[in-house]
């Protein structure tokens, strides 16, 4: 786990000197942990580090891109569906996502295609987005008009 958690440290630290150059921001943390669990999941994978010793530290960190993917992506749900949204995508995110560290991959692409799908069904689509702001501004709209 010490490994995990210096590489965490390095990839999070050159995330956030590149976002100095890059015309678009990478969240230094999530790029971190991200880019470790991969790296120690293909070293598994190819056979150069020991499944029993890195299995559990890929499973956690993978566990943490699940939950802040669906943070990142909330903003993107109808509100009504928020729940029901987070709910599915978090456990076939977690289910995918143990399916990944032991090499049951039909089960990894049925978990990736459920997130996939619940996504795009509980999508907003510019107008539905609801902005506070616009909110707001609607709500002051219709108190003028019935002013007086």
């Given at each position: 786990?010490?490994?995990?958690?210096?590489?965490?440290?390095?990839?999070?630290?050159?995330?956030?000197?590149?976002?100095?150059?890059?015309?678009?921001?990478?969240?230094?943390?999530?790029?971190?942990?991200?880019?470790?669990?991969?790296?120690?999941?293909?070293?598994?994978?190819?056979?150069?580090?020991?499944?029993?010793?890195?299995?559990?530290?890929?499973?956690?960190?993978?566990?943490?891109?699940?939950?802040?993917?669906?943070?990142?992506?909330e903003e993107f749900i109808k509100k009504k569906f928020v729940l029901i949204w987070k709910t599915v995508f978090v456990v076939s995110g977690f289910m995918a996502v143990y399916a990944l560290?032991?090499?049951?991959?039909?089960?990894?692409?049925?978990?990736?295609?459920?997130?996939?799908?619940?996504?795009?069904?509980?999508?907003?689509?510019?107008?539905?987005?609801?902005?506070?702001?616009?909110?707001?501004?609607?709500?002051?709209?219709?108190?003028?008009?019935?002013?007086?």
């Amino acid at each position: 786990m010490i490994i995990a958690t210096l590489s965490i440290f390095v990839f999070t630290g050159i995330i956030w000197i590149l976002n100095k150059k890059l015309p678009f921001q990478i969240c230094p943390i999530c790029a971190g942990v991200s880019l470790t669990w991969l790296w120690i999941f293909f070293g598994m994978f190819f056979g150069k580090l020991l499944v029993v010793d890195y299995q559990l530290p890929t499973a956690i960190l993978a566990g943490g891109t699940v939950v802040g993917l669906m943070s990142k992506l909330e903003e993107f749900i109808k509100k009504k569906f928020v729940l029901i949204w987070k709910t599915v995508f978090v456990v076939s995110g977690f289910m995918a996502v143990y399916a990944l560290v032991t090499n049951q991959w039909g089960i990894f692409a049925v978990g990736v295609i459920i997130d996939i799908t619940v996504t795009l069904m509980f999508k907003t689509y510019g107008a539905e987005k609801e902005n506070p702001d616009l909110k707001k501004i609607k709500e002051l709209k219709e108190k003028m008009k019935s002013c007086c």
